[in-house]
């Protein structure tokens, strides 16, 4: 196993819908996972700030909120924290929305619903 599987991590969920941020938390067992700390931002400038103090490592966002977009977000974050591996959620399979996340480096872009398994797997990218 690998030094970054061994690693704690936190993760940031970024949705400006509170019952789907409350709903990460029950999703997948994310202690089994590596994530120890589950941080909520219901939009972008609060995620700015909880990054910024937290320092996760993963992001989870939504691309459609008010104000700043998911993809605004994640342009922000490749400044303040560049390695850091972001998953993208959505309930729009816009392909403009795709080709721009994938553009801007995201780890998956997953459609919600949440599928539990497409969403493992993404984690298990990101912390590998």
Request: with cysteine; charged share 25%.
């Amino acid at each position: 196993m690998n030094q970054m599987m061994n690693r704690r991590h936190t993760l940031l969920i970024v949705d400006d819908e509170p019952l789907t941020r409350q709903g990460f938390r029950f999703l997948l067992d994310w202690q089994q996972l590596g994530i120890d700390k589950i941080i909520e931002a219901a939009n972008a400038s609060d995620a700015i700030e909880s990054a910024r103090l937290e320092k996760p490592g993963i992001v989870v966002t939504d691309i459609r909120m008010p104000g700043a977009n998911g993809l605004e977000l994640i342009e922000r974050f490749k400044t303040l924290l560049p390695d850091v591996p972001v998953i993208i959620i959505s309930g729009f399979s816009d392909f403009n929305y795709a080709k721009q996340a994938l553009k801007l480096g995201v780890t998956d872009y997953l459609l919600k619903p949440i599928n539990r398994s497409e969403l493992e797997k993404a984690v298990h990218h990101c912390i590998s």
